[in-house]
T-cell receptor, first 112, second 111 residues
């Protein structure tokens, strides 16, 4: 079955710098890639997604890139702010079976 | 917009006990999910349901039962709680094959 690997378990950046979180997946049938943010003690909050018919999507300071050949996708957070500090989860789904497979999460710390 | 509520927020049980967690959503979503989150790990799917009275097993279904009583509610039962078990159970819902939205979670501790 599908496996999703999230490469950075922790990441520290200075406020105002960019943060990049990378994920890879194994199933070529995967076509939908959501990202979630989990703040301390809270649940998962959807932040952005990308479908396989595009290779880039932006929502304000968030950019998602998808490289289908390399089976890799990444979340770029530009101009980071302290409130971006959280755990970020990537996931992959083939869109047809309702199941998401999640990465293990990246703990992002933005240092003021 | 809508909201997902999970009850209880915290659940403390005894080894061997049967424990039930409840989830309600008012998004009018067809599909609902139960995930388990262990500290430092990603989420693992326990059960999901694509419509009322439907149940589908996820990768972690052993030791759990689920029930989709109506479109808006989805219950999960831990059939026999394991000693020292500690995890967060997250309920989610989505329109068919669309983005999943998560509830606040139930934190389980088994003594």
């Amino acid at each position: 079955g599908e496996k999703v690997e999230q490469h950075e378990s922790t990441l520290s950046v200075r406020e105002g710098d960019s943060a990049v979180i990378n994920c890879t997946y194994t199933d070529t049938a995967s076509s939908y890639f959501p990202w979630y943010k989990q703040e301390a003690g809270k649940s998962l909050h959807f932040v952005i997604d990308i479908r396989s018919n595009v290779d880039r999507k932006q929502s304000q300071r968030l950019i998602v890139l998808l490289d289908k050949k390399a089976k890799r996708f990444s979340l770029h957070i530009t101009a980071t702010q302290p409130e971006d500090s959280a755990i970020y989860f990537c996931a992959a789904s083939d869109g047809g079976n309702y199941k998401y497979v999640f990465g293990a999460g990246t703990r992002l710390k933005v240092i003021a | 917009g809508g909201i997902i509520t999970q009850t209880p927020k915290f659940l403390i049980g005894q080894e061997g006990q049967k424990l039930t967690l409840k989830c309600q959503q008012n998004f009018n979503h067809d599909t609902m999910y139960w995930y388990r989150q262990d500290s430092g790990k990603g989420l693992r799917l326990i059960y999901y349901s694509i419509t009322e009275n439907d149940l589908q097993k996820g990768d972690l279904s052993e030791g759990y039962d689920a029930s989709r009583e109506k479109k808006s509610s989805f219950s999960l039962t831990v059939t026999s709680a394991q000693k020292n078990e500690m995890a967060v159970f997250l309920c989610a819902s989505s329109r068919t094959q669309d983005t999943q939205y998560f509830g606040p979670g139930t934190r389980l501790l088994v003594l």
